[in-house]
């Protein structure tokens, strides 16, 4: 009897992932305790039947002889949303007895209770290594320019405008993502080598680890929707600049900040409250009801979607504007071109094409293949913004230069440096933040005030 327990307890150790031990252990004793009630409850048969039993798996009633009985699948199973609609049979002899498998081993078909989950590629754990080490890399470069960025844009006062002022809260939300993930992911070796430790099964998890990585997981998750959601105001402001008639930045600006950083709030906060509630496993890091994955995932693909639109709607006025100057049909493709790539990390468009694969249904090569893109241009997007739009920025250059022209005139070193035109903070074009790294429209749009 101690040695069918003992497995089972091992194989519940080694397959569970979405229940704590201690979860699966009370409902286990529960449900052996419901079982021992319906034995002494249940009214026996007459004539030849199998005795009713509790095989530490499964509870079987009286069942009558030369027959097959089927009960459904434990509730305990941490797998069982997955295989409540199943069963688990056995089978009583002629005589009266539980039928017997060639190891003497009472007889039990449970394929319908098991997981079935698909088969880890053998070179599954060596792409997921090296994916890790190239986003880490990616994020750690990235985290490193943009904090460049912000220093830049918050310290010299000629460039704060409410356009800057944007594109900082943009960083910051970069630079929240990036910490947030390798925070995360520092965590969780962590948290999973506490899982595989020795003694006790019920102490393998301390309460208070399990429920740090469960903080940091809710943040990393409000972080990454907050970047999307900046990038959705960037979006909008310049959606704005180009479509509005009268548009004022000054009064829009407690809105976007709202919205940027006030939106995650209200579906990533219910998310947690249903993880608390109906998905308390482990340290959220899987997404086995995806019912409750998309109260985080449709707000989040709607920013997307949006900004997409926003995105197609630019184009369609930059080519408009292009087709209306008189220039080469090569100047216009080439200028065109640049201002499409150049939008394309400020607004997240790349987000739009990999969502219309769900990673659910990826399997295979094309998984790893779409994972691996992804987690690239994830990772060192906040780096393309960052010297797109700051360090590569010519106002932000003519800026440091007369800083650096004048630290160098007050200490003699220039008798007389040539004075620059400095940048005025003002409220800019439509064109001008599209071309704030390469001036790749044209100057035909309009201002957003005169």
Not at 23 to 32: A, G, S
Not at 175 to 204: C, F, K, W, Y
Not at 369 to 396: D, H, I, M, T
């Amino acid at each position: 009897m101690w040695s069918h327990l003992a497995a089972f307890v091992l194989l519940l150790l080694e397959e569970c992932c979405t229940h704590t031990v201690e979860d699966t252990k009370q409902d286990w004793e529960k449900y052996r305790d419901e079982c021992n009630e319906r034995m002494r409850t249940e009214p026996p048969l007459s004539g030849v039947f199998c005795n009713r039993t509790f095989d530490y798996y499964a509870c079987w009633g009286d069942t009558p002889a030369n027959t097959t009985t089927g009960e459904p699948c434990p509730f305990y199973l941490p797998w069982h949303a997955k295989v409540k609609e199943g069963f688990v049979f056995r089978r009583c002899d002629a005589d009266g007895q539980w039928v017997r498998d060639d190891s003497n081993s009472t007889w039990r078909d449970h394929s319908q209770c098991e997981t079935h989950e698909p088969e880890q590629s053998p070179h599954e754990p060596w792409i997921l290594s090296k994916l890790r080490v190239m986003y880490s890399v990616g994020y750690g470069i990235s985290l490193a320019a943009l904090i460049v960025a912000v220093f830049i844009l918050t310290q010299l006062r000629r460039l704060r405008c409410t356009r800057n002022l944007i594109h900082c809260n943009l960083f910051v939300s970069f630079i929240l993502r990036g910490v947030s993930l390798l925070t995360r992911d520092a965590l969780l070796p962590l948290h999973h080598n506490m899982i595989q430790g020795e003694g006790d099964p019920t102490n393998l998890l301390r309460n208070r680890t399990l429920v740090g990585c469960r903080v940091a997981q809710s943040i990393t998750q409000y972080c990454v929707a907050a970047n999307y959601y900046w990038l959705l105001v960037e979006g909008l402001y310049l959606h704005n600049l180009l479509v509005v008639l009268s548009f004022s930045e000054e009064s829009v600006l407690p809105r976007y900040m709202l919205l940027g950083w006030g939106a995650p709030v209200l579906f990533v906060v219910p998310w947690v409250v249903v993880r608390q509630l109906y998905e308390n496993s482990v340290c959220w890091e899987r997404n086995d009801n995806y019912s409750h994955w998309w109260i985080i995932r449709s707000p989040i693909l709607l920013a997307v979607l949006i900004n997409f639109f926003i995105f197609l709607r630019i184009i369609r006025i930059l080519v408009l504007k292009l087709r209306a100057n008189q220039m080469r049909r090569s100047d216009r493709k080439y200028r065109l071109a640049k201002s499409t790539l150049t939008l394309i990390p400020l607004l997240g468009i790349h987000e739009a094409v990999f969502n219309l694969l769900p990673e659910e249904s990826a399997r295979g090569g094309v998984r790893y293949g779409k994972l691996g893109a992804e987690l690239l241009l994830s990772s060192f997007q906040g780096l393309l913004v960052a010297v797109l739009y700051c360090l590569c920025n010519k106002e932000v250059q003519a800026e440091l230069r007369r800083k650096l022209q004048g630290s160098l005139s007050s200490r003699g070193l220039f008798s007389a440096a040539r004075p620059l035109r400095p940048p005025q903070g003002r409220p800019r074009t439509a064109e001008d933040l599209m071309s704030d790294s390469s001036e790749a429209t044209p100057s035909a749009a309009r201002t957003s005030q005169a």
